[in-house]
């Protein structure tokens, strides 16, 4: 069924518009000033409803997952062991690492006795889920605060093994380093429904056996 019109009636202001057109550019002018008063400040972020990229910035949240880094320990040794996991758990598969054995004389740069000869990253394919971060034994890869990846070619967008390690020291300079991630608690494995079933039968069992005997003995 079609709705039935209601014909509103407008009153005299609103026939002439010039209340409303009143009202609009008072809102107007209340921006404008607002906005104008505070360009005149002085520092960043004068004007709140305009960042002024690049040269103002949000603060980014300790959480956010940016460009990778490969970290060092305290001693200034690479964590990374070279183990492959990380490329394991990569859904873009997009991570390439290649192990190698610590030469002898270079022991005091690495933290194992293996490490990645190679490690590369595609940031064109990764999507920053960070599931690389969560299943490193070693925490030796973090997702960082870095989110201007783009870039002209191809090959820019390759983040290889000293482009990594330079993340690290860049945000360790700037103090963006993330703390360590808390150890996940191990658990016990849950024992097998069959083992348990059986172990309750053989206990019956014995049970059984030694009720007889019970029995002869009390006749
Ligand atoms: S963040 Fe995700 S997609 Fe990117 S490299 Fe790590 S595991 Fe792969
Ligand atoms: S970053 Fe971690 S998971 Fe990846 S190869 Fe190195 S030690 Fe293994």
């Given at each position: ?5 209601v014909k509103?009636e407008?009153?005299?202001?609103e026939?002439i518009y010039?209340w409303e057109i ?8 209340k921006?404008f000033t ?6 005149l400040k002085k520092g ?5 409803t305009c960042?002024q990229?690049p ?7 300790p959480?956010?997952r940016g460009?990778h880094?490969?970290?060092?320990d305290?001693?200034g040794r690479?964590k990374c ?13 997009c991570i390439?690492v290649?192990?190698?054995k ?7 740069k ?6 990645c000869e190679?490690f590369?990253?595609d940031?064109?394919?990764?999507i920053?889920c960070?599931?690389?971060e969560e299943?490193?034994p070693?925490g ?5 605060q870095?989110?201007?990846l783009a870039?002209?070619t191809r090959?820019?967008?390759q983040?290889?093994?000293k ?5 690290f020291?860049k945000?360790k300079e700037?103090?963006?380093l993330k703390p360590?991630?808390?150890?996940v608690?191990?658990?016990k494995p ?5 083992a ?5 039968a053989?206990k019956k ?15």
């Amino acid at each position: 069924m079609a709705k039935p019109i209601v014909k509103r009636e407008y009153t005299l202001t609103e026939r002439i518009y010039l209340w409303e057109i009143l009202k609009g550019l008072k809102l107007t002018w209340k921006h404008f000033t607002f906005n104008f008063r505070h360009s005149l400040k002085k520092g960043p972020h004068t004007v709140p409803t305009c960042w002024q990229y690049p040269w103002d910035r949000r603060e980014i949240a300790p959480i956010f997952r940016g460009e990778h880094m490969l970290c060092l320990d305290e001693q200034g040794r690479e964590k990374c062991i070279g183990c492959g996991m990380c490329a394991k758990a990569c859904p873009a598969q997009c991570i390439t690492v290649k192990r190698g054995k610590v030469p002898e004389g270079e022991e005091d740069k690495y933290a194992a006795k293996t490490y990645c000869e190679t490690f590369e990253i595609d940031l064109l394919r990764c999507i920053f889920c960070g599931f690389c971060e969560e299943t490193c034994p070693k925490g030796a890869i973090v997702l960082g605060q870095g989110y201007e990846l783009a870039d002209y070619t191809r090959e820019a967008c390759q983040a290889d093994k000293k482009r990594l390690l330079n993340n690290f020291l860049k945000a360790k300079e700037e103090g963006t380093l993330k703390p360590p991630r808390k150890p996940v608690p191990k658990v016990k494995p849950p024992k097998k429904e069959g083992a348990a079933k059986k172990a309750t039968a053989a206990k019956k069992g014995v049970e059984k056996k030694a009720a007889p005997k019970n029995k002869v003995e009390e006749g």
